[in-house]
């Protein structure tokens, strides 16, 4: 697990994870009066006319969200500190949103998505300062192809992990990568689950389902896998991407 050279503190971590992880921020901003004393507490929220204006720092990158229909890569680092959810709500955990490579799923076929940190978003995020590239993702905790509202807008449809690149250059993939809902609403395709030891009940493959109607694990079951990368490809990475086919949309 390698951090960030920049500054990690246990602030920035977290061990109590669900299967709903936490989710991404909004652009880049800083408060308009550099100099407040608990810049926490800056402006009032109950009266909106007094709270500050918070001002965009200039150079930063478009902070990119997953839409309705959309596929998008969720990852997160070793440290559990800098990850993408496909959102940009959360302040804390904006660092890859920026000109992350989110694309509309428009039938089947075969599409991208990707998340770098060679963006001057990533360097305000994690440094304050966006020439300052001194902190260097490292370590994977989790990683998959998920398309929003994907049960709901394509609920047959199966999605194909093809190729994963780190930095440009292809990775291994031990097993394949399944398809199973996420939170009854999302499709997901895991490449790195650390919360499960096998494939959920309801995965699907282009190679059929994964089990029988009585919850056995059928001979393909074998060729999937919760986890088909080795985590010491990750043991540094700037940009991830993931080639992969939809099917199975009708």
């Known amino acids: 697990m390698v951090c960030c050279l920049a ?31 608990n810049p926490e507490d800056y402006g009032d929220s109950e009266n909106p006319e007094n709270s500050g204006d918070i001002i965009p720092v200039e150079g930063i990158e478009p902070s990119v969200t997953a839409d309705s ?21 959360n ?17 089947n076929g075969d599409y991208t998505v990707s998340v770098t940190a060679d963006t001057n978003g990533f360097r305000f995020d994690t440094t304050g300062d966006i020439n300052d590239g001194s902190c260097i993702p490292g370590g994977l905790g989790f990683m998959a192809v998920i398309i929003r509202d994907g049960e709901k807008l394509f609920p047959d449809s199966v999605i194909t992990v093809n190729e994963i690149r780190v930095d440009g250059k292809p990775v291994s993939m031990s097993k394949k990568a399944y398809t199973s809902p996420d939170n009854k609403t999302d499709t ?11 494939p959920e009940f309801k995965s699907r493959s282009a ?8 919850g056995s694990a059928l001979p393909v079951a074998s060729q999937y896998s919760v986890r088909i990368v080795d985590t010491v490809d990750f043991t540094t990475w700037t940009t991830v991407e993931v080639d ?5 949309i009708r």
């Open 188 to 198: 997901k395709a895991s490449i790195m689950n650390s919360w499960l030891s096998e």
């Open 207 to 214: 190679d059929g389902a994964l089990y029988d109607s009585n």
């Open 69 to 89: 229909g959309d596929a998008y890569l969720a990852i997160v680092d070793g440290s559990w500190w800098i990850q993408y959810w496909g959102k940009n709500d």
């Open 7 to 37: 500054s990690c503190s246990s602030e920035n971590t977290s061990d109590d994870v669900s299967d709903n992880p936490s989710e991404i921020s909004s652009e880049a901003e800083i408060p308009a009066d550099e100099n407040a004393e």
């Open 91 to 107: 302040p804390e955990q904006t660092m890859l949103s920026y000109n992350a490579g989110v694309t509309k799923i428009t039938g």
């Open 244 to 248: 992969f086919t939809v099917s199975g």
